[in-house]
């Protein structure tokens, strides 16, 4: 009998040794929870804890988990699109195959479940001139009254500058996130190592782009 959430850790620590510790592993683990491979701990929930900590009579083991629990949890999900359901489910019945490669349920509970269907058609379009223009107006309108007044006074630069960033580079939202001064050459070259795929990436930078990278306001 293997416990659930030795099942998840075990399950993620064989996807860092396949892969490493990549973006994948990471929505694996919002999914499924973040279980620390020494303790067997939950350290995050994830979608799948949250939902049996919910549940009254809460499965113990991965061999008690049955197709109507996997059914019900299905249903409860609110994600965005079609298209990222299908995807979390993908990852889910991945650990399930898993699990039954090691032996650990008699039969996959996920196997007969229909798979979710997507629309067809493209989700990742680019904006068209005005759409953009809209995004960057509304920097201007942003102003948050949770954040403190004195991480305020350059937050709207610093979201402009975010924006034009991600538009003009072409990063992924980590790598824009970890942006360092250094990355950016005396010529307007940008050259970062992507966080996902661990290759260089090689991208000259408009010049408008470049002054507003060089004179990023700091925060608090």
């Not at 030795?6 to 994948?24: K, Q």
């Not at 990222?84 to 650990?104: E, I, K, N, S, Y």
Request: glycine letters at 4%; charged letters at 25%; one cysteine or more.
């Amino acid at each position: 009998q293997v416990r659930i959430e030795e099942a998840v850790a075990l399950h993620c620590a064989d996807l860092v040794t396949r892969l490493g510790d990549n973006g994948t592993v990471a929505l694996v683990r919002s999914m499924l929870g973040h279980v620390n491979p020494d303790t067997k701990q939950i350290e995050r929930s994830g979608h799948l804890f949250n939902w049996l900590g919910k549940q009254i009579e809460r499965p113990t083991f991965i061999s008690e988990i049955t197709p109507t629990h996997l059914t019900e949890w299905r249903a409860s999900w609110r994600f965005g699109s079609d298209l990222t359901a299908r995807h979390r489910w993908g990852l889910v019945t991945l650990f399930f195959r898993f699990c039954d490669a090691q032996g650990w349920i008699d039969d996959n509970p996920a196997r007969n479940i229909q798979p979710l269907r997507a629309a067809k058609g493209n989700r990742t379009a680019i904006f068209t001139d005005d759409q953009y223009a809209s995004i960057l107006d509304a920097v201007y309108v942003y102003d948050p009254e949770n954040v403190p007044e004195t991480t305020r006074k350059n937050w709207q630069q610093r979201l402009l500058t975010f924006l034009e960033l991600t538009r003009w580079s072409g990063m992924d939202l980590t790598d824009a996130v970890q942006f360092r001064p250094e990355s950016l050459d005396q010529d307007g070259v940008l050259r970062y190592r992507r966080q996902k795929t661990k290759m260089l990436a090689t991208i000259p930078l408009p010049e408008h782009v470049v002054i507003l990278l060089r004179d990023i306001p700091l925060e608090r």
